[in-house]
């Protein structure tokens, strides 16, 4: 079945840009239909979601973060990424990778999340 | 302070039915469809009742989702201790153009 898992650096400074990739295994990002989206989870606190990339290219950001993230889709690689610029420690939270096979904003396959830590 | 209201904490003992509530507004729950997530200890959310009402594969029919106007709820029956996780409501935001996550509820199975 399909999975997905996180990686990057697991601190980042200040100002900043964290980077974040997501590799999708058991089946192929090219999959028509499927929104590949980043949500990321504060300590104790419920779900952000931050934006989608469709294989194609296309995105939809969060409206609160949009000046600063970027997505891009590596379809060669079955990998997804995220770039969010101009870091502050209230971006230190848990990220992940989540599959919306409908385009309706349910999430049903999730990575299970990489910790990144903003701090000089 | 999240703008779908969950609360923060509910109990019921084994067998029993407990319920969930998330209250929105016009604006996301009474305009659009709620999703419902179960997320056990140190790990990723998971998708238990997505359209309101439906359940994806493999999702025990324990677990029932229903709406009412700008407030929806989340059944679970029969409740075994593996149901001790927090819950989480999610729904679209037509005002802030996003989908929006309940502040979660914390179950404990006494």
């Known amino acids: 079945q399909v999975q997905l898992q996180e990686s990057g650096p697991g601190l980042v400074k200040p100002s900043q840009t964290l980077s974040l990739t997501c590799t999708v295994s058991g089946g192929s990002i090219n999959s028509g239909g499927y929104y590949w989206n980043w949500i990321r989870q504060h300590p104790g606190k419920g779900p952000e979601w931050i934006g989608y990339i469709y294989y194609s290219g296309s995105t939809y950001y969060n409206p609160s973060l949009k000046s600063r993230v970027t997505m891009s889709v590596d379809t060669s690689k079955n990998q997804f990424s995220l770039k969010l610029s101009s870091v502050t420690a209230a971006d230190t939270a848990v990220y992940h990778c989540?599959?919306?096979?409908?385009?309706?904003?349910?999430?049903?396959?999730w990575g299970q999340g990489t910790m990144v830590t903003v701090s000089s | 302070q999240s703008v779908l209201t969950q609360p923060p904490s509910a109990s019921g003992t084994p067998g029993q039915r407990v319920t969930i509530s998330c209250s929105g507004s016009s604006s996301n729950i009474g305009t659009n469809t709620v999703n419902w997530y179960q997320q056990l200890p140190r790990r990723a959310p998971k998708l238990l009742i997505y359209s309101n009402n439906q359940r994806p594969s493999g999702v025990p029919d324990r677990f029932s989702g229903s709406k009412s106007g700008a407030s929806a709820s989340l059944a679970i029956s029969g409740l075994q201790s593996e149901d001790e996780a927090d819950y989480y409501c999610?729904?679209?935001?037509?005002?802030?153009?996003?989908?929006?996550f309940g502040g979660g509820t914390k179950l404990t199975v006494l």
């Open positions: 999610a729904t679209w935001d037509d005002s802030l153009n996003g989908p929006l």
């Open positions: 989540a599959r919306d096979p409908w385009g309706t904003y349910a999430f049903d396959i």
